[in-house]
């Protein structure tokens, strides 16, 4: 849509609609000064100089309602979506004075000669175009009125064909104008609707493509639990029973059969570590927040006080960010019962303009965060989740020193359509 100008305040109007206007003006100017001051008139000579000047102020007046300063990007932006112009406050009344300095010029030029009649269609236009429906409508009857009264001066009487033509034609004009408006509002509104439609789409196949991503992960955990875990899980069972039935003296088998133990030990603590991993978390119908404080909860006992803070509006991260940061809280509160030896732990979620942050902190015995350690699970603890958080455009930082406890922070950006 093509924005024009008021005096430096922009208003919208269809690209048709203003060539159209700009046809309508340009010939009716043109017409109208070929028919007072063309061969033949019967305006003086010192006359014709003066409507010509009115006529060059008419056209520059006009040329003047659509020029203006640039405006920022984004009120472009803003006014591109609007359908018609807003008519309230300051723009109201810079259209007022635009459209009054061009009646005004119009009436001198009506008081010279009945011929520049033609010009009250574009300006019945401007009116219907810019002017709330308490205001147009006046200002067209005036403009009506006025042509009427012209032509009765000019031709000395008053008959139905001198009052219907004027009439007929501003009725026409008002008309057009409602009519062009009604179906540029349809495709308006026709356009926002596939806009909308598309958005819809594209949510919907991101929602089913999550929903078959989780369904999967789930179909897989099932499978190694109930395969490669249980398979594990016997098998210990039957290297333990075959250590107790070895005889006292069978050291090397014992000692064979410890370590076969051990790594089938091992394993499973994999297996299990991954069937968590791949096992959808308790977020299907519950927030973040939510699932958070109450693993926060869960994690508190007679040694370990534990407390969770939420700060910021709750806003949609994605499924892939709501597991991440639920995980990364589970690896660090393991830590922190297996390894911290501390009094007190919390967890702190922070909603910002442009990411989400979670920090974890304690009071333990610290550690040297640049030595590589294990979880309690036997998994790969914070390194894995760094890199799981890094995947996600995120970042995690640990801080730590021998007897002053832990802080684990991890921050991510505000998924793409978020909002604040």
């Known amino acids: 849509m093509r924005i024009g100008q008021l005096g430096g305040v922009a208003y919208a109007m269809p690209p048709a609609l203003r060539l159209a206007l700009n046809g309508l003006l340009v010939s009716s100017l043109v017409l109208a000064l070929a028919v007072v001051v063309g061969p033949g ?8 100089s003066i409507v010509v000047a009115l006529c060059v102020l008419f056209a520059a007046t006009y040329a003047a309602g659509f020029a203006g300063p640039a405006r920022p990007a984004g009120a472009r932006r803003r006014e591109d979506r609007a359908e018609s112009v807003d008519m309230g406050g300051q723009n109201l009344g810079r259209a007022v004075r635009w459209l009054g300095a061009m009646t005004v010029v119009w009436v001198c030029l009506m008081a010279f000669h009945a011929g520049f009649s033609w010009l009250a269609f574009p300006l019945i236009v401007l009116y219907v175009q810019l002017l709330p429906l308490r205001l147009a409508i006046p200002a067209v009857t005036v403009a009506t009125a006025i042509v009427v009264a012209a032509k009765g001066v000019q031709t000395g009487t008053l008959d139905i064909p001198h009052v219907a033509g004027p009439v007929m034609g501003a009725l026409a004009s008002t008309l057009m104008v409602f009519g062009y408006r009604s179906v540029h509002r349809e495709r308006q509104a026709r356009h926002a609707l596939i806009g909308e439609l598309v958005v819809a789409r594209y949510a919907l196949a991101e929602s089913q ?16 639990h109930d395969t490669v875990a249980q398979g594990l899980s016997s098998v210990i069972m039957l290297l333990r029973a075959a250590a107790a039935a070895l005889p006292p003296d069978a050291s090397v088998a014992r000692e064979r059969t410890a370590a076969a133990t051990e790594v089938a030990t091992a394993n499973l603590a994999e297996c299990r570590h991954f069937v968590c991993e791949l096992s959808p978390p308790p977020l299907v119908e519950t927030p973040l927040p939510e699932a958070l404080r109450r693993l926060v909860d869960r994690s508190a006992d007679d040694r370990l006080s534990t407390a969770f803070h939420l700060h910021g509006d709750l806003y949609p991260l994605g499924a892939e960010c709501d597991v991440a940061l639920l995980r990364l809280t589970q690896e660090a509160l393991a830590n922190v019962r297996g390894h911290a030896h501390a009094a007190h732990c919390v967890v702190s979620l922070s909603y910002l303009d442009d ?6 902190f304690d009071d333990g015995k610290g550690f040297d965060p640049q030595l590589p350690r294990q979880d309690a699970r036997g998994g790969f603890g ?24 832990t802080a684990v922070a991890a921050s991510l950006p505000m998924p793409q359509g978020g909002t604040s």
């Open 209 to 224: 493509r999550e929903a078959g991503r989780l369904a999967e992960r789930q179909r897989l955990a099932r499978e190694i």
């Open 382 to 405: 914070l390194h894995g989740m760094r890199q799981r958080i890094e995947e996600l455009g995120g970042a995690l930082t640990v801080e730590s020193a021998m007897g002053e406890g």
């Open 355 to 360: 990411r989400v942050t979670l920090d974890v």
């Open 41 to 48: 008139t019967t305006v003086a000579r010192q006359d014709a």
